[in-house]
């Protein structure tokens, strides 16, 4: 194999800065791509040389195989890193840049092909002997053979795309009326995100784990697996919170499931990173589900129980190196679980957000790994996937590292945009998260979307909000002054100076006035609205980024991002409530909209409108599809009434908030 000494990441974000980071520490030029969306990213900064791409969308860029290589060959690459998601698992993408005289970082695009496409790799390793789920994964594509074929399997039943992976293209059906509508949902999903709609059909299993065996092979015979990861907290398909080892793993089933992984590996004769990804049920059964022929999201976990570097070794077996490590040296040394850190909205259905990260300041300390790729100041755009930075806790023990993970999401800050940092942290506080037997239902289980309500902050908190923005005032004050002496703030010739604040903060008001105590400096007495009680309050310390105050004698600590005078976002814990003054602030009031409008949630693009002028509707019927960060949102009724007028036809770009289809609701359902 041809030696190189440069490397072209063909991917963007935290998986693109954590190949180039490993890449120049062992010497190697690093080159990025990146486009107009993202200009300035901290993956082109790190790089030693960044090549545009073009703008936003994917299909223009990232997915574009022809300007990837084209890139590579300006740069004079000796060879491309894929990462992870757009065209790693693309057979074609490998062959082509071996054609054009360059080393793919990964499998050979035979073996890519063979596990890329789910149908056959059940095919494939139905013949090796390894268990895998009973369903159907014939070539036959047509709507009344799938309609057949599930009957036969029965329901519950999982869709899924042939090809791909990440949850996108795959449906859950329960009753085989449904069946219909998840087909073409899947299918259109699946061609938009991977180029093909070729569809398979498994059995569901009852509340399964799911449990992947990271496999490592080099060019020279030698397969070995790194254990296991346990990915079983999921939503939609899509991995929630990872962790090696497995919760309930013992020494003969790592041993039974290293082997089927290696046994599936030999077959296609595989090269380099990869992970077989099984379904393991209540009776200790485990089931071929899929093989990733690339590094994944999680093997941070696997590094870090492990002490390996897995791109390093990614880089060492492509030049044709040895792997050096042999199946009886690897040894699991404590646990670690990372949690994926979403810019998305749990209490609107986890809805994709797209906007400006005002303030990132990711956590630290004893056994904490943040693989990110985003910096303050940064613009989310909608066509990348929502994913902007991975948080791993790892200690001694399981507790150890779930503690100090919990801890490290309280110190997270993401300002600007909605996340599910907070959701991700009641999920490691869950007794049964906690006692390791969460399964893939835990999220449907035990956090349903009525549950899922955004942060409500507090009067405390407003107090809090209050000071620490009076304070800020005050410095700025300070700061444009030579003559004001700080023995006189809070102070007029008259009296002590009184402050009223009037924060909206979401759906809640909050109407304080703030009067500093004379006989104690740096006390404040405080009345809210609507409350009897004169609260006392002071901040005890504060820096640049947080605080500790107190508040009737009980200290609350807050990390805090002022944007201006009277308009303050307060960190409470993993939780964020931004409190804007409605006294200072002159904004105008938010437009008010009748009911009937049906707004977009999210930026996005129209792929399917699927009804008419004059079309009566109830609750629940579908009104269209929005493609938003590479998934089919369904947008549905939430009334009934007549559709009056549309706003957008397929293919249109549309913005949040911005009306699609207008109803007009039924007098006697009409609750306005």
């Given at each position: 194999m041809d030696r190189f000494d440069s490397v072209l990441i063909a991917n963007r974000g935290e998986i693109a800065c954590r190949i180039i980071s490993t890449a120049k520490s062992l010497g190697y030029r690093t080159i990025a791509v990146y486009t107009d969306a993202d200009e300035g990213a901290p993956h082109m900064q790190m790089a030693d040389q960044a090549i545009n791409i073009g703008s936003g969308p994917v299909a223009q860029s990232y997915l574009s195989a022809e300007m990837i290589i084209a890139a590579a060959q300006e740069a004079n690459a000796g060879a491309v890193h894929p990462g992870y998601g757009f065209l790693s698992e693309n057979a074609q993408f490998a062959a082509a840049v071996r054609q054009a005289g360059m080393v793919f970082i990964g499998p050979s695009a035979e073996a890519i092909e063979v596990m890329g496409n789910k149908a056959e790799a059940k095919r494939r390793m139905l013949e090796a002997g390894v268990p895998c789920v009973p369903g159907y994964h014939g070539a036959d594509q047509s709507h009344e053979t799938l309609m057949v074929e599930a009957g036969k399997i029965g329901v519950p039943l999982m869709v899924k795309a042939a090809t791909g992976g990440g949850g996108r293209g795959m449906r859950l059906v329960t009753e085989l009326s449904e069946l219909g509508n998840a087909i073409e949902l899947a299918s259109s999903e699946a061609?938009?995100?991977?180029?093909?709609?070729?569809?398979?059909?498994?059995?569901?299993?009852?509340?399964?784990?799911?449990?992947?065996?990271?496999?490592?092979?080099?060019?020279?015979?030698?397969?070995?697996?790194?254990?296991?990861?346990?990915?079983?907290?999921?939503?939609?398909?899509?991995?929630?919170?990872?962790?090696?080892?497995?919760?309930?793993?013992?020494?003969?089933?790592?041993?039974?499931?290293?082997?089927?992984?290696?046994?599936?590996?030999?077959?296609?004769?595989?090269?380099?990173?990869?992970?077989?990804?099984?379904?393991?049920?209540?009776?200790?059964?485990?089931?071929?589900?899929?093989?990733?022929?690339?590094?994944?999201?999680?093997?941070?976990?696997?590094?870090?129980?492990?002490?390996?570097?897995?791109?390093?070794?990614?880089?060492?077996?492509?030049?044709?190196?040895?792997?050096?490590?042999?199946?009886?040296?690897?040894?699991?040394?404590?646990?670690?679980?990372?949690?994926?850190?979403?810019?998305e909205d749990p209490s609107q259905d986890f809805l994709p957000v797209s906007g400006t990260i005002e303030h990132w300041q990711p956590p630290s300390g004893d056994g904490i790994r943040v693989d990110d790729g985003i910096r303050s100041g940064q613009t989310i755009a909608p066509y990348y996937d929502p994913m902007v930075a991975k948080i791993v806790g790892y200690g001694a023990n399981r507790e150890v590292a779930r503690r100090r993970l919990t801890k490290a999401l309280a110190e997270t800050r993401l300002y600007g945009l909605a996340s599910n940092q907070s959701f991700l942290s009641q999920c490691l506080?869950?007794?049964?998260?906690?006692?390791?037997?969460?399964?893939?239902?835990?999220?449907?289980?035990?956090?349903?979307?009525?549950?899922?309500?955004?942060?409500?902050?507090?009067?405390?908190?407003?107090?809090?909000?209050?000071?620490?923005?009076?304070?800020?005032?005050?410095?700025?004050?300070?700061?444009?002054?030579?003559?004001?002496?700080?023995?006189?703030?809070?102070?007029?010739?008259?009296?002590?100076?009184q402050s009223r604040r009037r924060y909206q903060s979401g759906a809640e008001l909050f109407d304080l006035t703030v009067k500093p105590q004379a006989e104690a400096a740096g006390s404040y007495l405080v009345s809210v609205e609507g409350e009897s009680a004169i609260l006392v309050a002071s901040i005890e310390a504060v820096s640049e980024d947080s605080a500790t105050l107190a508040v009737q004698g009980d200290r609350i600590e807050v990390g805090y991002l002022w944007h201006g005078a009277g308009d303050i976002s307060l960190a409470v814990g993993p939780d964020i409530a931004r409190f804007e003054d409605q006294l200072s602030n002159n904004g105008s009031d938010t437009e008010l909209r009748g009911d009937g409008n049906v707004l977009a949630p999210m930026h996005g693009s129209v792929s399917d409108v699927r009804v008419s002028r004059g079309q009566h509707v109830e609750p629940g019927d579908s009104l269209l599809v929005l493609e938003a960060m590479k998934m089919q949102h369904e947008i549905v009724a939430e009334q009934a009434g007549e559709i009056t007028d549309i706003w957008v036809q397929s293919g249109d770009q549309v913005a949040t908030d911005a009306v699609l289809i207008e109803i007009a609701a039924d007098k006697d359902t009409d609750q306005s």
């Open positions: 061609r938009n995100a991977f180029g093909s709609d070729q569809l398979i059909l498994e059995k569901a299993i009852a509340q399964p784990r799911h449990v992947e065996i990271q496999v490592f092979a080099d060019g020279l015979g030698h397969t070995i697996h790194l254990a296991e990861r346990d990915c079983s907290v999921q939503r939609r398909h899509q991995k929630v919170i990872e962790e090696a080892p497995c919760p309930v793993m013992t020494p003969e089933l790592r041993q039974a499931m290293g082997a089927a992984a290696i046994a599936a590996a030999r077959s296609i004769e595989y090269l380099g990173a990869g992970t077989v990804e099984f379904l393991l049920d209540s009776d200790g059964e485990f089931y071929f589900l899929e093989m990733n022929t690339r590094l994944q999201v999680e093997h941070p976990v696997t590094e870090m129980v492990t002490g390996l570097d897995l791109v390093a070794l990614q880089l060492r077996v492509a030049q044709g190196q040895p792997l050096g490590i042999e199946q009886s040296s690897v040894k699991l040394r404590g646990h670690a679980i990372e949690v994926r850190l979403y810019t506080q869950h007794d049964e998260f906690i006692s390791g037997e969460a399964t893939t239902a835990f999220i449907e289980q035990h956090f349903p979307a009525q549950s899922l309500q955004a942060f409500v902050p507090d009067s405390l908190h407003a107090v809090c909000a209050a000071l620490l923005d009076l304070q800020r005032c005050w410095q700025a004050s300070m700061a444009n002054s030579t003559n004001v002496s700080p023995q006189l703030r809070d102070w007029s010739s008259a009296d002590s100076l």
